[in-house]
């Protein structure tokens, strides 16, 4: 079945470091790919997308690149800061009758200051 | 103006009672969407509804019971709680017909003592 996989966390890092998250899909057909963020307490907000293969989405300075050829969409930042810290969640889109998200595991990043 | 709104964002209940979560979206979308978060992060979809009819049911126990009265609103009805029923829900919206984001709402942290 459809499937996402993320780099294990926690990620901690400190203010200006480079950032990378790694995800890879398993998926029959051609899913649109997410990234959705989750600061402490709050619902999931989108970060970034893209909907078909070698669309690069990018928002804030977080950049993913929708690769066909290695299942992934990884996630990167050039520069994080302490207000990047939140659960980064890589997700698929599938149509079963309705769209649905399929999550990956979710990253826990820590910035220090 | 919140988009995704849901009520109570806490809830603490015994063993066996019987629970409603309610939510509502003022973002003029047919589809909505309750996920499970469990307390390792993970998100699963647990049922989505398009017009007030069911469209996912991704194998719930038949305790939980989804109620759309209009398409803005998509209620959670859980009966005989048990523990492992402690968890994060959300419920999201998406517009129909094309992939796109889903809007989450801030969740309800359900726990069951």
């Known amino acids: 079945g459809d499937s996402v996989t993320q780099m294990e966390g926690p990620v901690t890092l400190s203010e200006e470091a480079f950032l990378t998250i790694n995800c890879t899909y398993t998926?029959?057909?051609?899913?649109?790919l997410f990234w959705y963020v989750q600061y402490p307490g709050e619902g999931l907000q989108l970060l970034l997308k893209a909907t078909k293969a070698d669309d690069k989405g990018s928002n804030k300075g977080f950049e993913a690149t929708y690769r066909k050829e290695t299942t992934s969409f990884h996630l990167e930042k050039g520069s994080v800061q302490v207000s990047d810290s939140a659960v980064y969640f890589c997700?698929?889109?599938?149509?079963?009758?309705?769209?649905?998200?399929?999550f990956g595991q979710g990253t826990r990043l820590t910035i220090n200051p | 103006d919140t988009a995704v709104s849901q009520t109570p964002k806490y809830l603490v209940t015994q063993m066996g009672n019987d629970k409603s979560i309610k939510c509502e979206q003022n973002?003029?979308?047919?589809?909505m969407y309750w996920y499970k978060q469990d307390s390792k992060k993970f998100l699963k979809i647990m049922f989505s509804y398009n017009n007030k009819e069911l469209i996912i049911n991704e194998t719930v126990p038949n305790r939980f019971s989804p109620k759309s009265p209009d398409k803005a609103h998509l209620n959670l009805h859980i009966n005989s709680l048990e523990l492992g029923d402690s968890a994060v829900y959300f419920c999201a919206s998406s517009p129909t017909g094309v992939v796109t984001e889903a809007f989450f709402g801030q969740g309800t942290r359900l726990t069951v003592v």
């Open positions: 997700a698929l889109s599938v149509i079963q009758g309705a769209q649905k998200l399929v």
């Open positions: 973002l003029g979308h047919d589809t």
């Open positions: 998926a029959t057909g051609y899913p649109s």
